[in-house]
Nanobody
Framework: QVQPVESGGGLVQAGGSLTLSCVASGNMFDYNSMGWYRQAPGRQRELVAEITGGGRTNSGDSVKGRFAISRDDVESTVSLTLSKLKPEDTAVYYC?????????WGEGTLVTVYS
C-alpha cells in the first residue's frame, strides 16, 4: 500500500509562485510514475505534470513553461513549483503515484490564485 500526502497549498496573488510537495509512504520500489493532477470546480481532473521512474517528464499544455516538477527517489517525494500563477490555476492539486500498475492518490491540497 502506498499513501501520498501533499503539502504546500495556499492563497497566492496572480504572478506569484508556490511549491507543492508530496511524500509517498509505503513500498515505492519500481514505481512507474509520480506526479500531479488538478481539479477546478465544475471541471474534470487533469494532468499537471508527471515524472516517470526513468526520468521522463510530461506536463499539460496550460502549464508548460510555468510549472516545474522534480523528484527525490531517496525520500520518495515529488515536488511541483508553480510560477507565473494565474487565477485559472485555482484548483485542488492531487499527488498521484503509479506503482506496479496500481494508482494511488493523495487527498489534495487547495491552491487559490487571486488577481
Amino acid at each position: 500500500q502506498v499513501q501520498p500526502v501533499e503539502s504546500g497549498g495556499g492563497l497566492v496573488q496572480a504572478g506569484g509562485s508556490l511549491t507543492l510537495s508530496c511524500v509517498a509512504s509505503g513500498n515505492m520500489f519500481d514505481y512507474n510514475s509520480m506526479g500531479w493532477y488538478r481539479q477546478a470546480p465544475g471541471r474534470q481532473r487533469e494532468l499537471v505534470a508527471e515524472i516517470t521512474g526513468g526520468g521522463r517528464t510530461n506536463s499539460g499544455d496550460s502549464v508548460k513553461g510555468r510549472f516545474a516538477i522534480s523528484r527525490d527517489d531517496v525520500e520518495s517525494t515529488v515536488s511541483l513549483t508553480l510560477s507565473k500563477l494565474k487565477p485559472e490555476d485555482t484548483a485542488v492539486y492531487y499527488c498521484h503515484v503509479e506503482v506496479r500498475g496500481m494508482d494511488y492518490w493523495g487527498e489534495g491540497t487547495l491552491v487559490t490564485v487571486y488577481s
